[in-house]
């Protein structure tokens, strides 16, 4: 009965806002078992009310039930929202202001002087612009009038074709950014026990000790390197199930400062950070004319596994900055073959954020072992620049970040990208540094000529 009750306010709602034309032929849906059959005769019978009906329940019904569930996918918490204008987000951060020493006297002259704020920022751009597509039958739509159970079907069909292959789409696309982030060091890992029942204590306290860490301002966790700090309740932690399954989840939120209720919207399940399918990643990311794109890169096995053995990854909130930039229904009938063509368009933003702190804790020692600088050396003019780039060695996803120095900034100064900027004529050191292990180095010798 409650099916039919369903179905019948979905008929009647349909009707409510239909054309005239309509509203005059097609009867009022009530659940009698025979005023379903009445409901489709009627309709299957005039193409124009078809055409009518099939659009309104999938454009006004479907495409309303598919808006709610497309953030059922583990990792929905991170979605910041549409993006009503425009395909850019400015995501903007002022670091420190700087402290003075008062002075009475000198305060007369510096009181008018401006002391401008350390402002950064950063630019989230649309990069994911995907369609999906259900086709609708002439026979699936007889169904739909067979009983009451046929109206939720077809709605059902129509949903879960587009809203599974979303959100599948959308979670596997979060899952490969994060893992590629951390492929490339790009952030801290933390070491832990490796994961048992029997380490579980010492491993909630290591996981307790960076979680309250990031309660006060550091700027060791971000990638920019400012000043930042993450409360609790803006912390979430990423784990895999095996570790979930071990791990007591009360003694887990008392680390949060949370109790267990609350703890569970801050504990996201992941199947694995290594489960990346490639297949279907290369599918997502090949245009028509079967180009990959460069924004996808495939995982290899052996990044597969390394990725595999990480535990738990913890976030601030604002870390993932995911938009939704359009979100669109399109629809086409084919006469001649008499079928619907629904695509669903996704335009989307997947980025992250350079200010917000992220943790990576793996089973091993994170270690920097090498840093090799390209070029190692390079002849430039006065005012010509120098590209370098610094590859760094390391194990069990340990920061790859290095710091560049210039041994004469007179000659040639250096920024923190490795962009070398020629000053004045004569010879100069350009040495990258780890930023884990600073006896770590390599360098490169610039001419300027």
């Known amino acids: 009965?409650?099916?039919?009750?369903?179905?019948?306010?979905?008929?009647?709602?349909?009707?409510?806002?239909?054309?005239?034309?309509?509203?005059?032929?097609?009867?009022?849906?009530?659940?009698?078992?025979?005023?379903?059959?009445q409901i489709g005769a009627v309709i299957m019978g005039d193409a124009t009310l078809r055409n009518e009906f099939i659009s309104s329940l999938v454009n006004r019904i479907g495409f309303v039930t598919l808006t709610n569930r497309i953030w059922e996918n583990p990792w929905a918490v991170f979605n910041k929202g549409l993006v009503e204008y425009g395909t850019t987000v400015e995501e903007i951060f002022v670091d420190l202001a700087?402290?003075?020493?008062?002075?009475?006297?000198?305060?007369?002259?510096?009181?008018?002087?401006?002391?401008?704020?350390?402002?950064?920022?950063?630019?989230?751009?649309?990069?994911?612009?995907?369609?999906?597509?259900?086709?609708?039958?002439?026979?699936?739509?007889?169904?739909?009038?067979l009983g009451w159970d046929g109206v939720q079907d077809i709605i059902s069909k129509i949903i879960e074709s587009l809203s599974t292959g979303l959100n599948y789409a959308v979670f596997m696309t979060m899952k490969y950014m994060i893992a590629r982030v951390i492929l490339k060091g790009q952030?801290?890992?933390?070491?832990?026990?490796?994961?048992?029942?029997?380490?579980?204590?010492?491993?909630?306290?290591?996981?307790?000790?960076?979680?309250?860490?990031?309660?006060?301002?550091?700027?060791?966790?971000?990638?920019?390197?400012?000043?930042?700090?993450?409360?609790?309740?803006?912390?979430?932690?990423?784990?895999?199930?095996?570790?979930?399954?071990?791990?007591?989840?009360?003694?887990?939120?008392?680390?949060?400062?949370?109790?267990?209720?609350?703890?569970?919207?801050?504990?996201?399940?992941?199947?694995?950070?290594?489960?990346?399918?490639?297949?279907?990643?290369?599918?997502?990311?090949?245009?028509?004319?079967?180009?990959?794109?460069?924004?996808?890169?495939?995982?290899?096995?052996?990044?597969?596994?390394?990725?595999?053995?990480?535990?738990?990854?913890?976030f601030d909130s604002k870390f993932m900055q995911i938009y939704q930039n359009m979100h669109e229904m399109t629809e086409k009938f084919n006469g001649e073959s008499i079928y619907w063509n629904y695509w669903l368009h996704e335009w989307m933003t997947f980025s992250v954020s350079p200010f917000a702190q992220r943790m990576t804790f793996v089973q091993g020692t994170p270690a920097v072992t090498a840093v090799a600088v390209s070029p190692s050396e390079a002849t430039i003019g006065v005012g010509q620049k120098v590209q370098l780039t610094a590859t760094v060695t390391a194990a069990y996803f340990a920061n790859k970040a290095v710091?560049?120095?210039?041994?004469?900034?007179?000659?040639?100064?250096?920024?923190?990208?490795?962009?070398?900027?020629?000053?004045?004529?004569?010879?100069?050191?350009?040495?990258?540094?780890?930023?884990?292990?600073s006896s770590v180095t390599d360098f490169a010798t610039i001419t300027v000529a």
Do not use: C
């Not at 989230?124 to 002439?138: A, C, M, P």
């Open 1 to 37: 009965m409650a099916n039919a009750e369903n179905a019948a306010k979905i008929l009647n709602y349909i009707k409510q806002d239909a054309s005239t034309y309509y509203k005059n032929y097609v009867p009022t849906a009530s659940v009698d078992k025979d005023n379903i059959k």
């Open 187 to 314: 952030g801290n890992a933390q070491e832990i026990p490796q994961v048992s029942a029997a380490n579980m204590k010492t491993i909630i306290a290591g996981i307790k000790e960076v979680s309250n860490n990031w309660t006060f301002l550091n700027r060791k966790n971000n990638l920019a390197g400012v000043a930042n700090h993450t409360p609790k309740d803006a912390q979430y932690l990423i784990l895999t199930n095996e570790f979930d399954a071990i791990m007591d989840v009360e003694v887990l939120a008392s680390a949060f400062n949370m109790d267990k209720t609350e703890f569970y919207g801050h504990r996201i399940l992941v199947d694995s950070f290594g489960e990346i399918d490639n297949d279907f990643m290369r599918d997502l990311f090949t245009d028509t004319n079967g180009v990959l794109s460069d924004m996808y890169i495939p995982i290899t096995d052996e990044e597969k596994a390394a990725l595999a053995k990480i535990p738990a990854v913890l």
């Open 403 to 437: 710091i560049w120095e210039s041994s004469n900034p007179d000659v040639a100064t250096v920024d923190a990208t490795g962009a070398v900027t020629a000053i004045a004529e004569g010879e100069v050191t350009i040495t990258a540094t780890s930023v884990v292990n």
């Open 98 to 145: 700087k402290p003075f020493e008062y002075n009475a006297e000198a305060g007369v002259d510096n009181q008018y002087k401006r002391q401008i704020p350390d402002v950064k920022a950063a630019f989230h751009v649309l990069n994911w612009q995907k369609f999906f597509k259900v086709t609708i039958q002439e026979k699936d739509l007889k169904q739909a009038f």
